[in-house]
């Protein structure tokens, strides 16, 4: 065999080698906020839309929305950035969100009440700074009425909690863990469930969550006979 063929032969083992690793990832409790940051964050976010709305600050209200769209429904801010009106399936007795995912794949995130409720008052507030509501509008749109960059929500995040004085170093993704790990409880650890919300391609993501909730066993090891 040529030198030639034996380092095609070595660089094919070399790859299927690195096909063949797996990448193991963690979300440990930094990455996820406690109930009491959730309060604090969304109490300040809700007094930001009230002075948003008082001083003719759409950024603040849309960042009050990019919050509640983070904590209720586990939303990317790419696939936020990319949300249009048409996309929010809110009226009379529908309560959901089509989402466009990784891999251009769509899904179907179920919303709350709560966040349904929020959407349409945030629509009302958009017509009265003058923008559109059609379908095809983006629902987190920049000043100019066109679609906003991740960038922008980022830093309007941070921004927003600055004010809240909740630790920096938390970004807009830490919305989505910290919904993963609600759900999961709210939902009785129902994996499956919580794959298809967050739209995750295996359960085994989901289950990386697990190693959050530990807290929860420990709990019941503390309570064990008691």
Known sequence: MG???KFTKLMKAVFTQ???Q???WIIDQSKCMSMPEVEILRKTSQRAKSEGLRDKRYSKVRTWLLIQLGLHAGLRVGEMASLKHGDLLIDGFRSSIVVLGKGSKKRAVWISSHLK???LTYMAYKSKFGFENGSDSFLLNNRKGEQISRRELQKSFKAMLQLAGLPNHYYVHCLRHTY???LLKASNYNYRFVQQQL???SIRTTQVY???LESDGREAIERLYK
């Open 22 to 24: 797996k990448i193991h």
């Open 117 to 119: 409720q929020a959407c």
């Open 180 to 182: 993963t790990t609600f």
């Open 18 to 20: 690195k096909k063949k």
């Open 3 to 5: 030198k030639f063929a």
């Open 210 to 212: 697990a190693s959050v």
């Open 199 to 201: 739209g995750h391609s």
